[in-house]
C-alpha cells in the first residue's frame, strides 16, 4: 500500500496531463483498485473535487517452462549405449529456477537431475549416456520438471513417455502352481548361438533337477521353452530372475 501525490499547476482548456507509476506484484493474473482522490479550483476560485475508484486488469509476468525427452537411437543392441536427450525452454516472460529429476528404471540408468536457470525464450539441451543392463522394450515414465519464478512461486512440467527397445535374449520367467517356465525369446535381427541359462531357487523352495539350460541356436524372433518343478517348504513367496550367459 502506498500514496503517490501528484501536483499540477495549471491545465488550459483541452489540455492533457500524463503520468506514469511503476510497481511490483506477485505473480498472477490479478485485478487491483485504485483510488483517486484529488481537488481543483477554477480560474474563479471555486472548488472542486475528485474522488474516483479506478479498475485494472494486470497478467504479471511469469515463466513458463516446456520439457521434451527423446533417444537418440530408440532402438539398440543389448551391451549397446545410446542416449537420452533433454530439450528445456523457456516461452515465457521472467526468469525461471529450474529443477529437473528423471527417475530411470535399474535396469536402464540411475535417476538423472540437473539445476539450472533459464532466461525467457531461452532453450537449453542436456545429454545423459544409458547403457541398459537388460533387452526388452521399455516404457520411460515421464520426466519431471519443478521451476520457480523470482518471488518464489513453484511450477511444474511434465515430458511424454519415451519408448526404448533393446535387442537381445529376453527371458520370460512365470510360476503355476509349482511350475516354473522359462521363456527364452531372441529379439536380435539375426541367428544367437551357444545360449546359456542358470537359474536358482531361493532358502524355502526345491526342485530336484539341475536349473542351468543350454542352447545351441535359437533364429530371429524364435523363442524355448524349459519347464521344472519346485516345492515351497518355507516362508519365501518371490523367485530370483534367471540370467544369460
Do not use: Q
Not at 32 to 60: H, P, Q
Not at 88 to 102: F, H, Q, R, V, W
Not at 153 to 179: M, P, Q
Not at 201 to 229: C, M, Q, W
Request: charged residues 30%; proline residues 3%; contains cysteine.
Amino acid at each position: 500500500d502506498g500514496v503517490i501525490v501528484y501536483d499540477i499547476p495549471e491545465l488550459n482548456p483541452d489540455d492533457e496531463y500524463i503520468t506514469k507509476a511503476t510497481f511490483e506484484t506477485d505473480a498472477g493474473d490479478k485485478e487491483l483498485s485504485f483510488m483517486i482522490d484529488g481537488s481543483y479550483e477554477d480560474n474563479l476560485g471555486l472548488d472542486y473535487s475528485i474522488n474516483k475508484e479506478l479498475k485494472v486488469s494486470f497478467v504479471t509476468k511469469k515463466p513458463i517452462v516446456s520439457i521434451t525427452r527423446s533417444v537418440e537411437e530408440n532402438t539398440i543392441r543389448f551391451g549397446y549405449s545410446t542416449y537420452l536427450i533433454y530439450t528445456i525452454e523457456n516461452t515465457g516472460e521472467s526468469e525461471a529456477e529450474i529443477d529437473l529429476k528423471d527417475e530411470l528404471p535399474d535396469c536402464i540408468g540411475n535417476t538423472y537431475t540437473w539445476k539450472g536457470k533459464l532466461d525467457p525464450g531461452e532453450k537449453y539441451s542436456l545429454r545423459y549416456r544409458i547403457t541398459p543392463e537388460k533387452a526388452g522394450n521399455f516404457e520411460l515414465d515421464e520426466v519431471l520438471v519443478k521451476y520457480r519464478d523470482r518471488y518464489g512461486n513453484e511450477y511444474t512440467a511434465h515430458s511424454e513417455k519415451t519408448e526404448l527397445e533393446v535387442k537381445g535374449i529376453i527371458i520370460e520367467k512365470t510360476i503355476e502352481e509349482n511350475t516354473v517356465t522359462l521363456k527364452i525369446t531372441n529379439t536380435y535381427s539375426e541367428k544367437a548361438f551357444d545360449i546359456n541359462i542358470t537359474d536358482s531357487v531361493p532358502e524355502g523352495f526345491e526342485t530336484n533337477r539341475s536349473l542351468n539350460f543350454h542352447i545351441d541356436y535359437l533364429n530371429a524372433g524364435e523363442s524355448k521353452e524349459f519347464s521344472y518343478s519346485i516345492t515351497k517348504f518355507g516362508t519365501a513367496s518371490e523367485l530370483p530372475g534367471a540370467k544369460i550367459t
